[in-house]
T-cell receptor, first 110, second 112 residues
Framework: GENVEQHPSTLSVQEGDSAVIKCTYS??????FPWYKQELGKRPQLIID?????GEKKDQRIAVTLNKTAKHFSLHITETQPEDSAVYFC?????????FGSGTRLLVRP | NAGVTQTPKFQVLKTGQSMTLQCAQD?????MSWYRQDPGMGLRLIHY???????DQGEVPNGYNVSRSTTEDFPLRLLSAAPSQTSVYFC???????????FGDGTRLSIL
């Protein structure tokens, strides 16, 4: 089955710095790569997604890059703010299933 | 438009008891799924359904059953609860697996 690995498991940055979270996957047929943000005690919510026909996608301070040949994709958050502190999950579609990474806990220090 | 509704929000069971976690959506989504979330292990797929009458296993299906008799509802049954099933359970829906997932608020389940 699909294997999704996410790194790092925890990330601490100073407010205003950038944060990068990386995921690798194993199914070469995967075409959809979303990122979810989960605040403490809340449901996961989609923040950005990318499809395999696109190499990069941006939405204000958030961007995702995809390298389909190498089977990895990354989330980039610029000018981090304290409200960016949360757990972030990558996910990959594989044979009608959406498989999640193990999550990255991001702490933005004021 | 309520989105995805999960009930109950909290539940405590004794080992060996059975129960059903309810999930309903009002967005006419074909795809529904159940995940469990444990510390440090992310969201693991239990079962999923691509439409009414069709279900299939995810990554961790053992000890759980599902059915999909209508488009709106996708209940998750624990047949004989075990302490290892203590977790937070999320239901999600979308048109297909490769579309943004709408999550419910979760059910926090403790098994003693």
């Amino acid at each position: 089955g699909e294997n999704v690995e996410q790194h790092p498991s925890t990330l601490s940055v100073q407010e205003g710095d950038s944060a990068v979270i990386k995921c690798t996957y194993s199914d070469s047929a995967s075409n959809y790569f979303p990122w979810y943000k989960q605040e403490l005690g809340k449901r996961p919510q989609l923040i950005i997604d990318i499809r395999s026909n696109v190499g990069e996608k941006k939405d204000q301070r958030i961007a995702v890059t995809l390298n389909k040949t190498a089977k990895h994709f990354s989330l980039h958050i610029t000018e981090t703010q304290p409200e960016d502190s949360a757990v972030y999950f990558c996910a990959v579609d594989s044979s009608y299933k959406l498989i999640f990474g193990s999550g990255t806990r991001l702490l933005v220090r004021p | 438009n309520a989105g995805v509704t999960q009930t109950p929000k909290f539940q405590v069971l004794k080992t060996g008891q059975s129960m059903t976690l309810q999930c309903a959506q009002d967005m006419n989504h074909e795809y529904m799924s159940w995940y469990r979330q444990d510390p440090g292990m992310g969201l693991r797929l239990i079962h999923y359904s691509v439409g009414a009458g069709i279900t299939d296993q995810g990554e961790v299906p053992n000890g759980y059953n599902v059915s999909r008799s209508t488009t709106e509802d996708f209940p998750l049954r624990l047949l004989s609860a075990a302490p290892s099933q203590t977790s937070v359970y999320f239901c999600a829906s979308s048109m297909t697996a490769d579309q943004p997932q709408h999550f419910g608020d979760g059910t926090r389940l403790s098994i003693l």
